[in-house]
């Protein structure tokens, strides 16, 4: 642990940004690395305590997004990194679809306690936020056994294929990608039904990174909905 070379409060900048570490790490970006990944700003990050980040130039940044919002508890919080010392010392592999472990059941216990929603509350873990996704429209057409789902322009939701298909914040990440999952509506702002009950969105999902897909989450696009809906294919064109 090396929080003492943390600044109290920051930001603090050594070097013109990019520095010149920073810069070879770049350039070898460009050279082994695939060009999907999206980047907005070239900061390479090296370690984090709390709200700073620290690039590889010994920059200092303050964190104002907690990672990308999945660090809640700050960098590197001792606790949580104790937590995952232990567990991978402890048994490193895990097949939540194959085998039992007790740790999912308690921390599935304790998220059934605060879950923002009436019980029975069951857990089902993915490794992302788009894999929750994933899992989110699946419960939603088993539960329901409909197959249209609503999905918000403006909003992204990850880019798997699924996922994608609800994903309408930047044309690039939709572009020759097409076709994607049918059964998806995109709608300009709150959707109705034409009785005007309004219906409950499946992209109202839970930013947190241990999503729990809501399998309560489910639409229906069965023809009930009025003109501002258009189907997905629309988003090919924009
Ligand atoms: C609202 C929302 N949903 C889904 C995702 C996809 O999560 P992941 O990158 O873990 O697949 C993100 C990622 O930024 C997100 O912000």
Same mark, same amino acid.
């Given at each position: 642990m090396?929080?003492?070379?943390?600044s109290?409060?920051?930001p603090?900048?050594?070097?013109?940004?990019?520095?010149?570490?920073?810069?070879?790490?770049?350039?070898?970006?460009?050279?082994?690395?695939?060009?999907?990944?999206?980047?907005?700003?070239?900061?390479?990050a090296?370690?984090?305590?709390?709200?700073?980040?620290?690039?590889?130039?010994?920059?200092?940044?303050?964190?104002?997004?907690?990672?990308?919002?999945?660090?809640?508890?700050?960098?590197?919080?001792?606790?949580?990194?104790?937590?995952?010392?232990?567990?991978?010392?402890?048994?490193?592999h895990?097949?939540?679809?194959?085998?039992?472990?007790?740790?999912?059941?308690?921390?599935?216990?304790?998220?059934?306690?605060?879950?923002?929603?009436?019980?029975?509350?069951?857990?089902?873990?993915?490794?992302?936020?788009?894999?929750?996704?994933?899992?989110?429209?699946?419960?939603?057409?088993?539960?329901?056994?409909?197959?249209?789902?609503?999905?918000?322009?403006?909003?992204?939701?990850?880019?798997?294929?699924?996922?994608?298909?609800?994903?309408?914040?930047?044309?690039?990440?939709?572009?020759?990608?097409? $076709? &994607?999952?049918p059964?998806?509506? !995109? %709608?300009a702002?709150? +959707?109705?039904? *034409? @009785?005007?009950?309004?219906?409950? $969105? &499946?992209?109202?999902?839970?930013? !947190? %990174?241990t999503?729990? +897909?809501?399998? *309560? @989450?489910?639409?229906?696009?069965?023809?009930?909905?009025r003109?501002?809906?258009?189907?997905?294919?629309?988003?090919?064109? *924009?």
């Amino acid at each position: 642990m090396a929080t003492q070379t943390f600044s109290a409060v920051g930001p603090k900048i050594r070097t013109k940004l990019p520095g010149p570490k920073a810069q070879a790490v770049l350039q070898g970006d460009a050279q082994y690395i695939s060009p999907s990944y999206t980047r907005s700003y070239p900061l390479v990050a090296k370690r984090g305590r709390g709200v700073i980040v620290e690039d590889v130039d010994g920059n200092e940044f303050l964190d104002f997004s907690a990672g990308i919002a999945v660090v809640s508890t700050g960098h590197c919080h001792p606790k949580v990194v104790a937590a995952i010392q232990k567990q991978a010392a402890e048994l490193i592999h895990m097949s939540g679809t194959d085998f039992y472990y007790e740790s999912m059941i308690t921390l599935a216990e304790r998220l059934s306690k605060v879950a923002p929603m009436s019980g029975p509350i069951r857990a089902y873990y993915g490794n992302s936020g788009t894999e929750a996704v994933e899992a989110a429209m699946k419960l939603a057409r088993y539960h329901t056994k409909r197959q249209g789902i609503i999905a918000f322009y403006g909003a992204f939701h990850g880019r798997t294929m699924g996922a994608l298909s609800l994903t309408a914040s930047k044309t690039q990440q939709r572009r020759r990608f097409f $076709p &994607v999952v049918p059964g998806v509506a !995109s %709608a300009a702002g709150s +959707a109705m039904t *034409t @009785a005007g009950a309004p219906l409950a $969105p &499946v992209t109202t999902e839970p930013s !947190s %990174a241990t999503q729990l +897909a809501i399998s *309560t @989450a489910a639409v229906t696009a069965s023809g009930a909905m009025r003109s501002r809906i258009r189907p997905d294919a629309s988003l090919a064109r *924009t």
